[in-house]
Each structure stands twice: as C-alpha cells, then as structure tokens.
C-alpha cells in the first residue's frame, strides 16, 4: 500500500466517524501516549549481528465509535517512534580506529503517523480486548552506524527514506482496563504484514527483507463523550 492509498482509507474513516457524531451513535473521544519498544524481524536472519530493541514513544488522539453494549470501532490517529537495533562486530574499513575488528552497532529510527482501526470489546467489569489494522506512513527514516573500541568511537548518521516504503501496514491486537472515570490502561503488540523495505533496497541487499515488532504501553483518557 502507498501513501496515497493510505491517505484515502484515512479519509474515508474519518468521513464515516464524522457522520456517526452527527447521528446518535455513542461515540468517545479523547487522547492516549505512552511507551514503544520495538525492533527489527529479518528474512534471512542477520548471521553475526545480535537484534536489540529500541525504545521511544506515541501520542495521539482517539475516537471510539460503540454500536452495541459491549462492542465497538476504535480509530486512532497518532505520532509513533519506532525502530530496531543490530549489535555486533564488524571491520574497521575507516582506518580511524586502527583497522581490525571493532564493536559495532546499527541503530534504524523511524518516525510514523499511526492510524490504527481496531475492533474492540468492552466487559461490564471493564476489561478490554482489540485487534485491527494499522496503518504506519513513514515521515521520516534515520539510520545511524557506529564503530568503536576500548578508546574510541566513531558515528555515521544519514536519512534512508528512500531505501524504505511508504507505508507499513500491520496487524495489532490487545488488552487494557477502563476505569469508571474514564482513565484507562492498554498494552497492544503490532508487527509488520509485509516487508519495510523497497523492492530495489531488497534487491540491493542480496534478498533481505525486513519488519517492524512493537509492543506498546498506554495511558488515555476520554475529553468527550456523547
């Protein structure tokens, strides 16, 4: 999926929502962050680097659409930080390290507008439980490569947007608990349905193909409800 296809389905979404506000439908509104640790997923397996996590955040808003008692359609639209770590060793082509071998470490952040569109379930006890799509357009891809040994480090930073696609598509599914006031708690793991990087970045790289796994921590609450 591009950009473009993303947008629309946004589009299209939103339309929808809007439409149900206007009705008498139950619908919440409200805002929600937290934490992300996510990281890399390979085919073939990387053979002599170790895969790290990479911690960042979201935030963003919501809108909760209920059309029965204990079910609904939630919509989000959210900033997300992500990304994944490769740690190993590598040679010193430099030379500024005195050649050999050294530590190195890459380390892939990506920048995303998240529009998640998740189905959820709500006990009367206020437990929950979701799964959807998430659409993820890439705004911005950094990548960062570093060399050191025992003294000394070197670092070499440069944006890849071009090496990456437009959209990552993924499936999410989780659980959380609403309390009476409103306030509520979410735990949501995503990964990715398709591989991150372009055709010709794959082709370039001897086949690899890559996704994003994101485990995500959550605080929101409702700033309006009908």
Same mark, same amino acid.
């Given at each position: 999926?591009?950009?473009?296809?993303?947008?629309?389905?946004?589009?299209?979404?939103?339309?929808?929502?809007?439409?149900?506000?206007?009705?008498?439908?139950?619908?919440?509104?409200?805002?929600? /962050?937290?934490?992300?640790?996510? &990281?890399?997923? =390979?085919?073939?397996?990387?053979?002599?680097?170790?895969?790290?996590? $990479? #911690?960042?955040?979201?935030?963003?808003?919501?809108?909760?659409?209920?059309?029965?008692?204990?079910?609904?359609?939630?919509?989000?639209?959210?900033?997300?930080?992500?990304?994944?770590?490769l740690v190993g060793e590598d040679f010193d082509g430099t030379g500024l390290l005195g050649g050999g071998t050294v530590d190195s470490e890459l380390k892939d952040r990506y920048s995303f507008l998240a529009f998640p569109v998740l189905?959820?379930?709500?006990?009367?006890? /206020?437990?929950?439980?979701?799964? &959807?799509?998430? =659409?993820?357009?890439?705004?911005?891809?950094?990548?960062?490569?570093? $060399? #050191?040994?025992?003294?000394?480090?070197?670092?070499?930073?440069?944006d890849f947007n071009d090496s990456v696609n437009g959209v990552d598509t993924r499936f999410g599914l989780g659980i959380g608990y609403e309390m009476a006031s409103g306030l509520s708690f979410n735990g949501r793991y995503s990964f990715s349905l398709g591989n991150i990087y372009t055709e010709e970045y794959t082709a370039d790289s001897n086949g690899l193909e890559a996704g994003l796994g994101v485990f995500q921590l959550s605080v929101g609450f409702p700033i309006y409800a009908k």
């Open positions: 999926m591009n950009k473009l296809t993303a947008m629309r389905t946004v589009v299209l979404v939103i339309g929808f929502l809007a439409i149900a506000t206007l009705s008498n439908a139950q619908i919440k509104l409200g805002v929600k /962050g937290g934490l992300n640790v996510s &990281g890399y997923f =390979f085919e073939p397996d990387p053979e002599n680097d170790d895969l790290k996590p $990479l #911690s960042s955040f979201h935030l963003g808003g919501f809108m909760m659409y209920s059309f029965a008692d204990n079910f609904g359609l939630q919509v989000e639209l959210m900033y997300s930080g992500e990304g994944g770590r189905g959820k379930y709500h006990s009367s006890s /206020g437990f929950t439980a979701e799964a &959807g799509i998430i =659409f993820n357009i890439v705004l911005k891809a950094r990548t960062s490569y570093s $060399l #050191s040994n025992d003294t000394q480090e070197i670092a070499f930073i440069e």
